[in-house]
């Protein structure tokens, strides 16, 4: 059985993290290598186990008369891939990162931890150990936020964080009371067997997804991500991107589909609709935005709305017994989220190479970077193509299987879904087109052209071992890309056991390896033969091309746009390229507005244009409830000032309340 020896790769992690807290200098060369080592072991038994099935283990202690309840199954298994591969390969380019990073000490404690709290509640079986696990993850990630603290940027963004994450775990633990209802049942295998009235279902579902969704990204929950993720150091940034928030949707897919038991049609509608307005508002922000990794944060809130988007369609599918359709839905959720965890990652540590080489966050001060690193380039832009889901590369294969549940939602009975369905696919079309846009933008500015600082001119490559890590990630978005059909495949025990179906047989012979939903005839993706055809249309056009090409060298100037000034700065800008983006998406999403002063004729003086933008759900929503809240705290502040009598008759009296409360929810 693999999981005791997963529990003892925790422990070691937590022993390492205890370690590197008191050891101080001496221990700190070894905290990376090990961590990764203990990742890359913990990645080997979650595999095993998506092999072997399920097993538990029951834990004498915990609170009073109860017992620490852990399960490893194929869904927690799954995930558990998912975020110790993410974890290993950051732990490898953190071994030649961290040598140049000023704040290792603080990072150090936490890092191995860190990971430690995101496998915890993969294994909780009970709603105890998922709390304690998914708090003890908030609190080791919100210390890692928090390495650079002289940074006042960097303190506001751990407070939201720690406020955000704070509220999500509260109301986790409503959702944990009402799914246990008037028993009091904490147990998994008890949850899922006890019957509920609908409104505590509507209650579990409503706070599943204020607790999971905040911690995922959702909007208007997502305040804290494009915030934490640029303060955090780059493999932080990168397990929190690519590990931390596919644990918040394994929570939500944990709590729906196997806890809360039979679902109406209606529960997917509040995901579709959120998971929309998430994925649209996330890639907007990502475009209009200059900073490398805030613009890859909001990239990360755009993906996790296509993924809350094919879970609301498994949850639709699955309340009308339609099987096939919700296991493609939620195979497409599945293999999204571990190919977002791969290209995410990618990324974020791409971009931490390239923050050490140059020292600048700001696109308009990069430019010209792939002659300097070309090796990251060529990584990075693997990354970039799989996050514009382009073929073969894995960011295509979930959403084409994604637009394929979505083409069959007319036979759908509600009338609603048939509605609302095309809708969603219609935004989330448009999401995709400004996905490609965006990372045109990021990589273009970024490596190309020429450097717009002193701090391009002079950039370096990275270290072997951050190489390495980089490379890795990037063949695995290639790989998982053209194994699409066998990973679909994997993934059915999952979806069998969450949705009662499961794809159909893929074929799987040496030279096919076609990905179908549901029939062949109906429709069909096969990487391989795609990539096989891209490849010879490629070499064909180049011969042809230099077939019938002149032998004779001609030399010109290179075409100088109108612009015979040598100057970096008449090149494309960031903010430029999002100009037309910004103009029409930016005024009705994040508020931007644009003033030009001009000064007067014959006025030699400079023209300036000011464009402003902000997060409306921080104006509009968090900005008046934290003053509503001051403005409450000032009211009660008198109650430190009472009188031991009346501190002993509020005790009675809520005392009083709670057994009225009980008494009811007992009848």
């Known amino acids: 059985m693999l999981l005791p020896y997963a529990l003892y790769c925790i422990a070691a992690l937590l022993i390492l993290s205890a370690a590197a807290g008191a050891g101080g200098r001496r221990l700190a060369p070894l905290v990376y290598p090990a961590t990764l080592l203990l990742a890359g072991a913990l990645l080997a038994f979650d595999a095993g186990a998506l092999a072997t099935g399920a097993a538990a283990l029951h834990l004498p202690f915990g609170l009073p008369g109860t017992e620490v309840r852990l399960r490893l199954d194929p869904l927690s298994a799954f995930f558990g891939v998912i975020v110790n591969l993410a974890a290993t390969l950051s732990s490898l380019f953190a071994i030649g990162y961290s040598r140049a990073e000023k704040e290792g000490r603080r990072i150090l404690p936490f890092y191995p931890s860190f990971l430690a709290a995101m496998n915890l509640v993969l294994l909780a079986d009970d709603a105890f150990t998922f709390l304690v ?214 990324l974020f540590l791409g971009s931490g190479a390239i923050l050490h080489a140059t020292g600048q966050h700001d696109l308009e001060r990069m430019g010209g970077l792939i002659h300097r690193m070309p090796a990251t380039a060529w990584l990075f832009f693997a990354g970039c193509a799989s996050a514009a889901a382009l073929p073969p590369l894995n960011g295509f294969v979930s959403e084409w299987l994604l637009f394929q549940a979505i083409l069959v939602s007319p036979d759908l009975p509600q009338a609603l879904l048939r509605f609302v369905i095309p809708a969603v696919g219609a935004l989330l079309a448009l999401s995709a087109a400004l996905a490609a846009t965006c990372f045109v933008k990021l990589f273009g500015i970024a490596f190309l052209g020429r450097p717009r600082s002193n701090e391009a001119k002079t950039a370096h490559e990275t270290d072997a071992l951050s190489l390495t890590a980089m490379a890795i990630l990037a063949g695995l978005c290639l790989f998982t890309g053209l194994l699409a059909a066998p990973l679909a495949e994997a993934l059915a025990p999952i979806t069998a056991y969450l949705v009662g179906g499961a794809l159909p047989p893929q074929q799987l012979g040496p030279a096919i390896l076609s990905l179908t939903p549901f029939a062949s005839a109906q429709s069909s993706y096969n990487a391989p033969i795609l990539l096989i055809f891209m490849t010879g249309s490629a070499i064909l056009t180049g011969w042809v091309v230099h077939l019938l090409a002149s032998r004779r060298v001609r030399r010109a100037p290179a075409w100088d746009c109108g612009f015979p000034d040598a100057s970096p700065a008449t090149q494309h800008s960031a903010s430029g390229l999002s100009q037309p983006i910004r103009r029409i998406f930016g005024g009705m999403l994040l508020e931007a507005r644009e003033s030009v002063s001009m000064p007067p004729p014959e006025d030699p003086s400079a023209a300036y244009l000011r464009v402003e933008q902000h997060d409306p759900m921080w104006a509009r929503f968090y900005a008046p409830l934290g003053k509503y809240v001051w403005r409450i705290a000032d009211r009660l502040n008198v109650l430190q000032f009472l009188t031991i009598r009346r501190y002993l008759g509020l005790t009675y009296s809520a005392l009083i309340l709670l057994l009225v409360v009980e008494a009811l929810w007992q009848g």
């Not at 409503?206 to 303060?231: D, E, I, Q, Y």
């Not at 490398?292 to 988007?309: C, D, F, M, P, Q």
């Open 133 to 346: 696990a998914w708090e003890f993850m908030s609190l080791t990630s919100w210390a890692l936020v928090l390495a650079h603290h002289k940074n006042a940027d960097n303190r506001q963004a751990g407070y939201l964080y720690l406020l955000m994450a704070n509220a999500g775990t509260i109301a986790l633990l409503f959702a944990f009371g009402a799914l246990a209802g008037a028993g009091g049942a904490y147990g998994f295998d008890q949850i899922r067997h006890l019957a509920r009235p609908g409104w505590m279902q509507a209650l579990a579902l409503a706070m599943t997804l204020v607790g999971a969704g905040s911690k995922a990204g959702l909007v208007p929950l997502h305040v804290w991500l494009p915030l934490a993720h640029p303060a955090a150091p780059s493999p932080v940034s990168a397990l929190m991107s690519g590990a931390m928030t596919k644990v918040a949707l394994y929570g939500l897919i944990r709590i729906l589909f196997d806890l809360a038991g039979v679902s109406d049609w209606w529960w997917s509608v509040p995901l579709l609709l959120a998971g929309s307005i998430t994925a649209l508002f996330g890639i907007v922000a990502a475009v209009l935005q200059q900073e490398i990794k805030r613009l890859l944060a909001y990239s990360t809130v755009e993906n996790v709305g296509v993924i809350a988007i094919a879970i609301g369609l498994a949850l639709a599918f699955k309340a009308c017994h339609m099987p096939v359709a919700a296991a493609v839905a939620l195979t497409a959720a599945l293999l999204h989220a571990l190919n977002h965890s791969l290209f995410k990652t990618l």
